[in-house]
């Protein structure tokens, strides 16, 4: 705990002691009064510091312990100053702390500290920077304590969610990437997804495939509510609720698919195919072969960052986009907000339960659990228990009180959830059990009468000319960049490494799939890759 001294409230000042300055603040002295740096140069000299490490410096008043920090810095390390506190991040502006041209130290004015997550996300983007610490650099912390705790939270969770993606791209971006073309050549047949915005006057339901979903539909059962009388209402459901609500006499009027995986043509097999399913641009082509082009409907979700996606995203062709949400759920209930009319068209949620109970991780009838029966045996049950006791999960309380089972990500899913929708006026939380989601709870009530008019367009022959086009272009590129790599043009030395990196650093699909691959390497090995890459993409173009 500081000490206290009797000074007038909320004045900085400096303090002389026999070994140095200490600073009063708020009736608080921010440094020993005897040794004033003796303390946090002690706890700089016992860090463990590891090479990629960005370290947030939170409140250092008068910046005792940044040299022997920056003394001990190992490579590629940053040093981040961060005051919440305006007065004595004037007072230390005045001791002219943040003037240090060492560019291993950043400063975070006190109002862009709310931004310091994305600028921290920014940084891992560069592939440097691997983890985040924070160090306590004066009493002036105690003022804001809470908010320094959350602060870093929010920039490990930066790093982390930078190299939770760089894994993902790495297992799975060149099938994303793959994906994408091939549903480009299906695009302009498809219904625009657009048609469907602003033209829902019917209340909305959305189904996961959460445990929540059977306990609705047992409810609908039991109040003896049909197909017929939800056709009053507009029905929406995750890929994998898709056969519990067949299964309960319930024809949705759209399914949201993203997975990439060919697994998932089983959650279709056996379905009606005049279904109208909103598809991902990177989620599996297969789907157009069951369903045809006029009864999808293709957003794209961001799924990496760069100079072709931004210029993808650009072409009159492309369809809308949104982040990528991690849950198909998330996305629905994204989408399902466009389709309404206006915010006075209620919208229920239900199954998007973020976690599980002991033995059932989806909804009776979801292919996670049809997948179990038919595997089932003497030595593998039914149940999955497994799910419950696995690495990472644990118990929490669900919102009617009940014990449940969730892991990292589930969590992340529903605070997603949370950030992107709590405040949307008439949505509901339909589901009775699994994490909050900080919507008000409500059952869908059979409504009156509505109109249901959806728009009739199609892409014009300047967008199919336009998306021809971009193909073919994509091709030349392509085959261009080829021959630069097999020495079939003129370029040598220099001018040919950059002739190669115009034409190959823009098209990050190459190689956002490498280890490697979170920026473009002037390498002979990365241009070999490269080279393997291109043969792959031109079959598909």
């Known amino acids: 705990m500081a000490d206290t001294i009797n000074q007038k409230p909320c004045v900085v000042q400096k303090i002389e002691t026999p070994q140095g300055f200490s600073v009063s603040y708020k009736d608080h002295l921010l440094y020993s009064k005897y040794n004033p740096s003796k303390s946090i140069i002690s706890t700089i000299e016992n860090l463990q510091l590891l090479p990629g490490t960005i370290i947030l410096c939170c409140s ?10 920056l003394n001990k810095l190992p490579e590629n390390c940053l ?3 961060c005051e919440a506190e305006q007065a004595l991040a004037n007072f230390s502006t005045a001791e002219g702390i943040y003037n240090n ?6 400063s975070c004015h006190t109002k862009k500290l709310n931004e310091l997550p ?19 650099m004066s009493a002036g912390v105690q003022f804001n304590k809470e908010f320094y705790d959350r602060l870093f939270a929010a920039c490990s969770d930066s790093v982390m969610t930078f190299w939770k993606n760089r894994i993902t791209l790495t297992r799975f971006g060149r099938r994303y990437s793959k994906n994408l073309f091939e549903n480009l050549h299906y695009l302009a047949d498809s219904k625009p997804i657009t048609d469907f915005f602003g033209s829902v006057e019917k209340p909305v339901i959305v189904f996961g495939a959460g445990e929540s979903t059977q306990t609705l539909l047992s409810s609908l059962r039991a109040q003896d509510i049909k197909q017929s009388a939800l056709s009053d209402f507009f029905i929406l459901c995750a890929d994998t609720a898709l056969q519990p609500l067949l299964k309960n006499g319930i024809k949705p009027d759209g399914v949201f698919v993203e ?11 056996g379905t009606p195919k005049k279904i109208h399913i909103f598809a991902g641009l990177s989620s599996i082509p297969n789907l157009v072969h069951r ?3 006029s009864n999808i409907s293709y957003f794209f979700t961001e799924y990496a960052q760069g100079s072709f996606f931004d210029s993808l995203k650009a072409q009159s062709f492309m369809p809308p986009e949104n982040k ?29 339960d973020f976690s599980y109970s002991t033995g059932l991780t989806h909804t009776k009838g979801a292919l996670a659990h049809i997948l179990r029966l038919i595997h089932a045996n003497r030595l593998l049950p039914p149940q999955n228990y497994a799910a419950a006791y696995g690495i990472g999960t644990e118990f929490t309380s669900g919102k009617n009180g009940s014990p449940v089972v969730t892991t990292p990500t589930l969590k992340s899913y529903a605070q997603m959830f949370r950030s992107f929708f709590a405040n949307e006026k008439n949505l509901f939380d339909a589901g009775e059990c699994g994490l909050p989601l900080a919507i008000p709870s409500g059952v869908p009530k059979a409504p009156a009468k509505k109109e249901f008019n959806i728009k009739t367009t199609s892409f014009s022959n300047s967008q199919k000319n336009e998306l021809q086009n971009h193909l073919n272009n994509e091709r030349k590129s392509l085959e261009y960049l080829r021959d630069l790599l097999t020495g079939k043009t003129d370029f040598t030395g220099k001018e040919l490494s950059e002739e190669i990196r115009k034409i190959a650093e823009p098209r990050e699909y190459l190689y956002l799939h490498f280890a490697d691959g979170f920026k473009y390497k002037n390498e002979q090995s990365f241009l ?13 173009i």
């Open 60 to 69: 250092p008043v008068l910046s005792y312990g940044i040299t022997e920090l």
């Open 291 to 293: 369903a045809g082009a």
């Open 324 to 352: 990528p949400f991690g849950s198909v759920g998330l996305t629905a209930v994204y989408y399902a907000l466009k389709f309404r009319k206006c915010q006075e068209v209620p919208i229920y949620v239900t199954g998007l």
């Open 101 to 106: 041209s060492d560019k291993r130290i950043l």
């Open 79 to 81: 040093i981040i100053l």
């Open 259 to 269: 997975e990439a995986q060919s697994v998932i043509v089983k959650a279709f097999t």
């Open 118 to 136: 994305l600028s921290i996300y920014d940084l891992a983007n560069t592939g440097l920077y691997k983890r985040v610490i924070k160090i306590d």
């Open 528 to 540: 070999n890759r490269i080279r393997i890459e291109i043969d792959y993409f031109l079959k598909i």
